[in-house]
């Protein structure tokens, strides 16, 4: 393969950040819909709630309002932890896809034999940065930091996934990682995390988008310049 065909394939993940972006800039117009949605429902069900009782509170022989509602209100309380774990788990898997897609890509162009789901490691992204590294032969550790983070999230993920949020005996850091986060909570007696708002998720969004960034950058330019 000419040096010219090979740096004009890797000058394309010069491109990575906006597709990246055309596929995530959808999950977060999807999230700041679903939180008007939520809000309208949540003064729907007060608008109720308060009718009600305006209604029948001098009436002692009709329940009240909450015995009227209960659910709704149970379902209303419940229902953002519920949107935002199904959609942090959306993330994720674009997040382990795109990483994954990123490889296989790389081993195409390199017409290596070996691939990223040849390579042991803990799941997919584990895989992937070892490829990248050891295959790859490019250096991440300018991105340690970021690599350190995402494996919390990683880590939440996988609480969410199987144990519907909860963090069996979680580490300091990990704890101290939730504390520090906007939009996420841990309830020491439940050991359990709540997504409480869009904000983690967004949050999440911007730092995934900026590893796989960052790594096809250091990509293309390893590979650019051992061509010359």
């Not at 009600?52 to 659910?71: G, L, Q, R, S, T």
């Not at 309380?77 to 897609?101: A, G, M, R, V």
């Amino acid at each position: 393969m000419s040096f010219r065909k090979l740096s004009r394939k890797y000058d394309f993940l010069d491109n990575t950040r906006i597709l990246l972006d055309f596929k995530f800039d959808p999950i977060k117009e999807f999230l700041d819909n679903s939180v008007e949605m939520i809000l309208r429902q949540e003064k729907e069900l007060d608008k109720k709630y308060h009718a009600w009782n305006k209604k029948h509170a001098h009436n002692p022989e009709v329940p009240d309002a909450f015995d009227i509602y209960e659910m709704e209100i149970i379902n209303s309380s419940e229902f953002p932890n519920i949107l935002n774990q199904s959609i942090y788990l959306t993330i994720y898997s674009t997040f382990e896809n795109k990483f994954f897609s990123l490889c296989e890509w790389c081993q195409n162009v390199e017409n290596l034999k070996i691939g990223p789901k040849d390579i042991n490691g803990q799941g997919y992204i584990g895989q992937c940065r070892k490829y990248i590294t050891n295959v790859l032969d490019v250096n991440l550790d300018d991105l340690n930091e970021t690599w350190v983070e995402i494996k919390k999230y990683q880590l939440i993920r996988n609480s969410i996934a199987h144990n519907n949020g909860i963090l069996k005996s979680p580490k300091n850091d990990v704890l101290t990682f939730i504390e520090n986060s906007s939009g996420i909570s841990f309830d020491t007696e439940k050991s359990q995390v709540t997504i409480e708002s869009i904000d983690f998720l967004k949050t999440l969004i911007d730092k995934l988008t900026d590893f796989l960034s960052e790594t096809a950058e250091k990509i293309m330019n390893k590979k650019n310049k051992a061509s010359t």
